[in-house]
């Protein structure tokens, strides 16, 4: 039984490092810059400031297309409050039955969520976070309905892969 338990961990492991060396090499073709370079672990941290936008836009837009994942500071951000990056993980999404694949896809989802963002940040009056987010928050929100077709994009595949248990 404990044979078994460590047989699983493992092969889940490696699962988790393989999803996200692709996710992460997936990302850097669409020419995101990774902190760390690439990716050895279960974790990518990408520094979105080269792309003209930051974690905490990236984040809101990708949150209403129903993509979790956190803003997170990079080498070199000036504010706390608006920091440079987004940090995401694989294990979750690994353990509902994604491969290499559908996280080369989700890669695809994000950086569509990321123009979305940036296309919002040039129509916003205003160069604060809260401005941005009570832009894209009001029912005149003029990306709105881009935002809606990421978000069906997201939970279709979503679907196919549902949470053990529930």
């Known amino acids: 039984m404990i044979y078994c338990l460590q047989t699983l961990r493992i092969t889940k492991s490696s699962g988790v490092v393989a999803n996200c060396r692709a996710f992460a090499n997936r990302l850097i073709e669409h020419q995101y810059k990774l902190v760390s370079g690439d990716s050895n672990n279960?974790?990518?941290?990408?520094?979105?400031?080269?792309?003209?936008?930051?974690?905490?836009?990236?984040?809101?837009i990708l949150g209403m297309a129903s993509i979790t994942l956190n803003k997170n500071s990079v080498p070199g951000d000036k504010s706390a409050q608006v920091p440079g990056g987004i940090r995401i993980g694989t294990p979750a999404m690994t353990t509902r039955g994604l491969g290499e694949k559908e996280f080369e896809l989700i890669a695809d989802l994000i950086h569509e969520g990321v123009q979305i963002s940036l296309e919002a940040k040039c129509l916003?009056?205003?160069?604060?976070?809260?401005?941005?987010?009570?832009f894209v928050s009001s029912p005149e929100f003029p990306l709105g309905?881009?935002?809606?077709?990421?978000?069906?994009?997201v939970e279709a595949l979503a679907t196919h892969y549902p949470i053990s248990g529930i």
């Open 42 to 60: 279960h974790l990518i941290l990408v520094d979105l400031r080269p792309s003209g936008i930051d974690g905490a836009r990236g984040e809101k």
């Open 124 to 134: 916003v009056l205003g160069t604060k976070v809260q401005d941005f987010t009570n």
């Open 145 to 153: 309905e881009k935002v809606s077709d990421l978000r069906r994009k």
